[in-house]
């Protein structure tokens, strides 16, 4: 019997089981494949590898702005996708986690299949190894949402997105989240015509309003139709050509149509074959496995962690919760689950980010000052003729102290993760703008805003010579 087995080898199954070595328990780590889940496989890493082509051929279309002639970029998608393939095995094959994994001496077993609970310390293999251990860890991340719909079958998620051998002459993407707005964006870069669907009022609604609206924006004008609020889906049919969506809105019918329809309506627990109950572990109202600040389940020696637990589902929150998940089932309760200070972005075109606080959550608990800084008064951004977006630094009105920053445009996402330091750190608005960080810079972009800011609170931001910067406005 084993002191802690984990299921799932994403980036929570992999941190929890190099943690729980680490901490001298005998573990073993149930793959169902491979090592490293959806993020090295299906998610992050193939995504940004074809969000890298689709930036390429956009700058290859800026080459003529700046003195260099060449043919029309044209894109062989089988290459690419063998580049994508390429991608995921160097990384695989240079993993340092795994050397880790390696040395600890975690026992790993990859194409363990889907593993099952039989009762509350075994469970059992696809091939039929049934397995003990006095702890657990669950770390099966999550799939996409299945609409109960008729004809849903004939649709595709990212994943089938990802795994076509052209790319399809047009495509109806239902979902304007995160997701759903990197699958438009990518494929409308490689000249697919892209309707963007989006039940809601706003496509990207858990970023800033104004992000939203300049993304909204930015995607019409690159040749998507986006349409919010469309309405209810009724069903899918086949056509000659592809896939029709029938939807309602008002007691009135329409329908579009499309080669293919990726559907990305959310992210669910992959917990369906787990065997959950005969291990007495429950779901909450979200259908994701209930845990406390400890990442307990409601079995008190069985642990979760990362997407299948439902918070922020990303790779670093996955590897965090994994650690902490870990720690508490080899040490007993001692670590509960901190709030950190996150970025979430994605890379599409253009790319947006939020860190901290969004504007609208620090309105509510504080006083607050916001400073926008557009990228068209930036000299960064002009250089690279990227001007579109902005940067917006919110701060609290008494302490002057940064509380959020949303960014939208080139590189926003590293220009947030600046942010976040900052206000992992604790820092003024004035502080942030007496760095004398390099010019001219993506990061520079925040000092200023950080300039505007401080400005507004009256407070001195004693070095001038990022004046020749600050024209952006301040509000
Ligand atoms: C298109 C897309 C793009 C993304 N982009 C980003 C990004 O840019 N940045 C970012 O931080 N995050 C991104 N994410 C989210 C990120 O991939 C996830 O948050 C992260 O992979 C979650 O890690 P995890 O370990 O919880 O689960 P996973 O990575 O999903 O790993 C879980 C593993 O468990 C396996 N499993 C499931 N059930 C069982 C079972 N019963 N038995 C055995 N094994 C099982 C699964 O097959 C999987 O291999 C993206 C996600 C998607 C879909």
Redesign the pocket.
């Known amino acids: 019997m084993s002191d802690v087995i984990v299921?799932?080898?994403?980036?929570?199954?992999v941190v929890a089981a190099v943690r729980a070595a680490e901490l001298g328990a005998r573990t073993e780590l149930?793959?169902?494949?491979e090592l490293?889940?959806?993020?090295a496989?299906?998610?992050?890493v193939p995504?940004?590898t074809l969000a890298h082509a689709s930036r390429l051929m956009r700058d290859a279309q800026q080459l003529g702005r700046y003195g260099v002639t060449v043919s029309e970029p044209v894109l062989d998608y089988s290459r690419l996708l063998a580049r994508v393939r390429q991608v995921v095995e160097d990384l695989r094959s240079h993993s340092s986690v795994r050397k880790r994994i390696g040395c600890l001496g975690v026992k790993v077993r990859e194409q363990?299949?889907?593993?099952?609970f039989l009762d509350a310390h075994t469970v059992e293999t696809q091939g039929g190894l049934r397995l003990q251990a006095e702890k657990f860890i669950i770390?099966?991340?999550?799939i996409s949402r299945r609409l109960p719909i008729p004809g849903f079958e004939l649709t595709s998620t990212?994943s089938d997105a990802w795994g076509l051998t052209s790319v399809p002459p047009s495509m109806l993407v239902v979902g304007g989240g995160?997701?759903g707005a990197?699958?438009a964006s990518i494929f409308n870069a490689f000249g697919t015509r892209i309707q963007l669907f989006e039940t809601g009022p706003r496509i990207l609604a858990t970023e800033d309003e104004d992000v939203a609206a300049a993304a909204s924006r930015a995607f019409r004008e690159s040749g998507m139709v986006v349409k919010e609020n469309f309405g209810t889906i009724e069903s899918f049919e086949k056509t000659p050509t592809g896939i029709r969506m029938n939807f309602s809105k008002d007691g009135k019918r329409d329908s579009a149509e499309a080669a293919l329809v990726v559907v990305a309506v959310g992210?669910v627990a992959?917990s369906a074959?787990?065997n959950l109950a005969a291990a007495g572990v429950e779901l909450n109202e979200r259908k994701f496995v209930k845990v406390d600040e400890y990442l307990r389940t409601s079995a008190p020696h069985i642990f979760a962690?990362?997407?299948?637990i439902g918070r922020l589902?990303?790779?670093?929150?996955?590897a965090q919760t994994?650690f902490v998940a870990a720690t508490n089932a080899v040490m007993g309760p001692t670590m509960p689950l901190g709030e950190e200070v996150t970025t979430t972005g994605?890379?599409t075109e253009p790319e947006y980010a939020q860190t901290g606080l969004s504007e609208a959550k620090a309105r509510a608990a504080h006083d607050i000052v916001t400073a926008v800084l557009h990228f068209d008064s930036t000299a960064r951004t002009i250089i690279d003729g990227r001007t579109f977006g902005f940067c917006k630094l919110i701060a609290d009105r008494k302490t002057a102290k940064i509380l959020g920053c949303h960014v939208i445009g080139e590189r926003a996402v590293d220009i947030a993760e600046v942010a976040a330091i900052a206000i992992a750190a604790g820092m003024r608005v004035d502080e942030l703008a007496r760095i004398p960080l390099a010019f001219p810079t993506y990061a520079g972009i925040l000092a200023n805003v950080a300039v505007n800011a401080a400005r507004q609170l009256d407070l001195r931001v004693g070095w001038q010579a990022r004046q020749m910067e600050c024209t952006g406005t301040a509000e």
């Open positions: 299921i799932g080898a994403g980036p929570a199954g149930l793959a169902r494949t490293g889940g959806m993020a496989n299906d998610g992050p995504v940004r363990s299949g889907t593993v099952r770390c099966t991340g999550g990212h995160a997701t990197q699958v992210w992959d074959r787990l962690a990362g997407d299948i589902m990303l790779v670093p929150q996955g994994g994605s890379f």
